[in-house]
């Protein structure tokens, strides 16, 4: 199956809502946690929730639309992300980054390298200006828990956070007095998954399951890897068995297996719309059934393909795909046909033709393409909203902007930011293949 390299650091780090739960409390029942879910599900969203950033050409700054593409905050901040359910968004002004509230007051003053966005609890991890290590600030702009982590994740629902070390890739979870809760170490947990059945690895890369936030196993780590839990309550797993050797199967929270494959090479996860895309193996009768004629009129090997199956684990969509990726909550899911990739929803049938090069998951109602080697920005009509001119374009959900580059002939690289109307702006210039921040990641971009 196709594998796209992300910045999912970012996405990680950056999401956005408040109200949790002490981690000392950790004992209540799970229906009060239901119902917890049930009440901020009815509670109501601020209206600046539904702002987005905006990039003014002329003056080189970032602002805020409305829904409406009504301006509400003026363009005037180099950078800027999503507001919070406190009302809050940080922005970046005189290198700095600060809060702001809906109308645009600064009410956290800029003092800070990098501050991300108030999620659950109502604490945003950010660091002091010139100190590389992350703590976590109140809506105040106080320091709650010191500055002293190299990675500091959201809280969950349930007060608890990812914390520890991208370089030695060992994580612990600690509550909102930045206590840890467990001694167990893990490496790539999963930071914005279930906050009863967070993915995690034990033991780098062989011994995989599923704790909460407790730090308590609740599917003990028998797997080789494993996927967080989709919407339908399955999770893929890998695991090696004595007599079938390694394979893929699907589990439910009980860890009971509910699908378990064979003949297949590859699979992908459960999309909202119940569907996952499956590699089904070729096997042929013949040798003669093992050749097609392809468009060019050469014979050519028949390849395995994908198509898509339901909870049943059976196909609904016809294994014909090349390649084909998991279906977003737009309901679109990237395929591609004979080295082109569109969009098909969940009858199968194409809402975008193949016609892109290469393609990715949809995001925000946007999904990066690339052509003849440049990169762009379609949305859900399969319309351009970013001309396919750019080298290196990244797309960060925590302030619905790209981030753009383009590789200079002199050795240079010229960085832009983007809205999503296609408005950029020219951000820094830097010599290709020396390293940069964004959102806070140390990037290098590629020659």
Sequence with gaps: MKRKIVLLIAVMLMTAAVGCANNKDSGSNNAAAENNIAEEA?????ECMSYYCYVDEQAGKTGYKDAAGNVVIEPQFQDCQKFAKNGLAAVKTDDKYGYIDAAGNMVIEPKFDVANPFGECGLASANKAGEMLFGYIDSTGEFVIEPKF???????????????????????LINTQGEYITDTKVYLPSFNSDPDFMNV??????SAGFMNSSGEFVIEPKYQMV?????????????????????????????KEVIKFENVTETGNFGANGLAPLEKEFKPDNIEDCFEIGPDGKKRLVKDKFGY???KGDFVIEDKFDYAGD???????????EDKYGYIDSSGGYVIEPKFDKADDFEG?????EVNGKKGVIDESGNFVIEPEYDGLTYVSSSGLFYASIDGEDGTVKDYIIDRDGSRMNRVRKKLGESKTIAGLEITPQT
């Design 42 to 46: 009815e509670e109501d969203l601020p």
């Design 150 to 172: 190299e990675v500091a994740g959201d809280f969950n629902k349930k007060g608890a956070a990812w914390v520890g070390s991208w370089e030695e890739s060992e994580f612990g």
């Design 201 to 206: 690895i034990v033991e780098p890369y062989e």
């Design 227 to 255: 996927r967080p839990f989709a919407p339908n309550g399955l999770a893929k797993v890998t695991f090696s068995d004595e007599t079938t050797g390694i394979y893929n199967a699907f589990i439910d929270k009980n860890g």
């Design 309 to 311: 199956i339901n909870e």
């Design 327 to 337: 279906f977003m909550d737009n309901g679109l899911a990237w395929v591609c046909v």
């Design 365 to 369: 109602g946007y999904a990066i393409v």
